[in-house]
């Protein structure tokens, strides 16, 4: 078996081309040294270099460690589904009464967030707990239908229903930020909490600014151009808070690109060219 | 209970400083006496699903001359979960070696 067999068949499980051939190299680097040290010990370029590829182990048991679930960016099929909710709620905003604008608008906002929050989910691979949390954005929805007609039909008007449709939203970004913790024990709880703690806070905001701008009768009760405001404000924050979350936890795991950590670095390639050093203390 | 007995392997590895995986396995190997020994198709899937939960950072090292090679070090994050692994550890093998000696014991008593 040749290196360029070896590699090929090793990596031939991993969805990602980049990813692939990132692995590749690393893989490729690993044999020449380990090919290198043979030579050193006494054999010859073509025994040390099967040797090398033999002491890899087989290539099919890491393409099977490799065999990781794709987490690159995909189109949410169930928005598909909640665009016609988003329509129906756009024109019945425009056409409705006083509890029709209401469900309208809680349904437009809660829309509008759908996708921030399955694309947010997609970006950072956890589209399994985006299916899951989901449910919650349903249940959220359906009890904020149930308490508006509760509501409407002894003759108040559908408040209580905006609470319900407005956190849903909220709920399954928190139940998803849940999962990822305790799935990944690394993600720094505080980082979790403190972004949800904010779309709390703007949900909530959010919702005072809502009813008092139907309360004041300023923008009247057929106008969309506020609600969605709000909505795509909602929308944008999470995104923002979201990228900055991440964006946090870039700069923690890439301190290396700082001069803080640089002189660490030449410090170590210097021992790494004496291979006797790394040899017989490594690290 | 310790999770992965690799991934901390791993993380002690890199305590001190950056490495990459050749040197990782190599430095494995030597220290256990031997008795270890971290196969590629474990180590570097490993190293790069530790990368992905922020425990290490990984960086192309691009020497003049000479093949470029991916480094690794330990992040922040990665020094406080190896605290809690090696806490962990201590606490498993403890438990580990209190059965054994028990069943030890309890087999000499029969």
């Not at chain 1, 950072?124 to 509760?150: C, D, F, N, P, Y």
Request: include cysteine; charged fraction near 20%; aromatic fraction near 8%.
């Amino acid at each position: 078996m040749t290196p360029y067999d070896f590699l090929e068949q090793a990596t031939a499980t991993i969805p990602s081309n980049r990813q692939a051939r990132e692995v590749r190299q690393e893989l490729l680097s690993h044999l020449l040294l380990k090919q290198a040290e043979l030579e050193e010990n006494g054999l010859d370029p073509t025994q040390a270099e099967a040797e090398a590829i033999q002491s890899m182990g087989s290539p099919a048991d890491i393409a099977e460690d490799y065999a990781i679930p794709e987490t690159r960016l995909k189109f949410g099929w169930a928005l598909v589904g909640v665009i016609p909710l988003g329509i129906t709620a756009i024109v019945s905003l425009e056409n409705g009464g006083n509890i029709l604008m209401w469900l309208a608008v809680m349904g437009t906002i809660a829309v509008i967030a759908e996708p921030g929050r399955t694309l947010n989910g997609r970006l950072r691979g956890l589209w399994h707990t985006v299916q899951k949390s989901s449910i919650i954005v349903a249940a959220g929805a359906a009890a904020g239908l149930v308490t508006a007609l509760a509501t409407f039909s002894i003759g108040s008007w559908g408040a209580v229903a905006g609470l319900f449709e407005f956190f849903g939203p909220w709920l399954a970004v928190l139940y998803s930020c849940w999962q990822r913790s305790s799935e990944h024990p690394a993600t720094p709880l505080s980082m979790v909490w403190v972004t949800n703690g904010a779309f709390w806070l703007m949900g909530g905001s959010a919702y005072l600014l809502l009813h008092a701008t139907a309360s004041s009768r300023v923008f009247g009760y057929d106008t969309l151009h506020p609600m969605v405001v709000v909505g795509l404000s909602l929308t944008i924050s999470e995104w923002a808070l979201a990228h900055l979350w991440d964006g946090v936890q870039w700069l923690r795991t890439h301190q290396t690109r700082f001069a803080k950590s640089r002189p660490l670095i030449l410090r170590t390639i210097s021992q790494a060219d004496s291979p006797t050093q790394s040899r017989t203390e490594p690290l | 209970m310790i999770k992965s007995v690799p991934a901390l392997l791993v993380l002690k590895a890199l305590e001190r400083d950056v490495s990459h995986g050749y040197r990782i396995a190599s430095w494995i190997n030597q220290k256990s006496g031997g008795a270890l020994e971290m196969k590629e198709g474990t180590l570097y899937p490993l190293l790069h699903s530790l990368e992905a939960k922020g425990l290490i950072a990984g960086e192309w090292r691009h020497d003049q001359g000479q093949r470029p090679v991916r480094v690794y070090r330990l992040t922040d994050r990665g020094h406080r979960t190896l605290r809690q692994e090696e806490r962990g550890w201590e606490t498993f093998a403890r438990g580990v070696d209190q059965v054994l000696q028990k069943g030890g014991v309890a087999h000499d008593t029969v």
